[in-house]
């Protein structure tokens, strides 16, 4: 499934901090943050990630490594 939603970076700790407030896992957290997901819970924590200092993606097109 692909969405549109763009990465959010967050300080080393903080998908530890969010996975324990959200009570989900932190692969969870990882998902919602990379944009893999789009459920209510994942747009939750994307909001709770950009209002604890979350910085999003504005790089336009794919966000991958010309490399890999």
Known sequence: MSTN???IF???GMVTR???RMNVSRNTVRNSLLG???TKKALSIRRM???NGGIEDLRLGQSRSMFE
């Open 36 to 38: 893999k997901t789009a």
């Open 5 to 7: 939603l763009r990465k």
């Open 10 to 12: 967050v300080e080393h």
């Open 49 to 51: 990630a950009l209002e």
């Open 18 to 20: 969010i996975a324990q």
